[in-house]
C-alpha cells in the first residue's frame, strides 16, 4: 500500500528553523517527483516546493525562496524540506505529495499534479 507520512511539524519562533520528513512507504522512491504543499486556516493549499526523481531540479514558491531548501534520499526512500527564518505567515499544515514521472527531472508545485498525499503536519509560528 502506497502511503507517505510527514513529520517534523511543530512551534517555532519567528526567526527559527525547523525540518520535516516524509517517508514513504510502498514504493520505490526514485520514480516519483515530490512535492510539498502547504494550507492554512481558511486559504487554498499552496504549493511550496517540488524537487525531480533524481534530486537535479528544484523549484520554490517566491514566498519561500532563500529560506526553504528542498532534498531527498531515494536510498532511504525520505524526502526533506528544511525551513530557515520561519515568519508567522508559513503558519500551516504541511503536506508532502508524489507522482510517477517518465521525465526524470519533472517538478511541480501544481497540487492537481499529484495522485499521492500525505496526513500533513502542523508548523505553527508564533512568538
Known amino acids: 500500500q502506497l502511503q507517505l507520512v510527514e513529520s517534523g511539524g511543530g512551534l517555532v519562533q519567528p526567526g527559527g528553523s525547523l525540518s520535516l520528513s516524509c517517508e514513504v512507504f510502498?514504493?520505490?522512491?526514485?520514480?516519483?517527483?515530490i512535492g510539498w504543499f502547504r494550507q492554512a486556516p481558511g486559504k487554498e493549499r499552496e504549493g511550496v516546493s517540488s524537487i525531480s526523481t533524481s534530486g537535479g531540479r528544484t523549484v520554490y514558491a517566491d514566498s519561500v525562496k532563500g529560506r526553504f531548501t528542498i532534498s531527498r534520499d531515494n536510498a532511504k526512500n525520505m524526502a526533506y524540506l528544511h525551513m530557515n527564518n520561519l515568519k508567522p505567515e508559513d503558519t500551516a499544515v504541511y503536506y508532502c505529495?508524489?507522482?510517477?514521472?517518465?521525465?526524470?527531472?519533472?517538478?511541480?508545485?501544481?497540487?492537481?499534479?499529484?495522485?499521492?498525499w500525505g496526513q500533513g503536519t502542523q508548523v505553527t509560528v508564533s512568538s
Open positions: 510502498g514504493f520505490v522512491l526514485d520514480i516519483y517527483t
Open positions: 505529495a508524489a507522482q510517477a514521472r517518465s521525465y526524470r527531472e519533472a517538478v511541480t508545485i501544481v497540487s492537481e499534479e499529484y495522485d499521492y
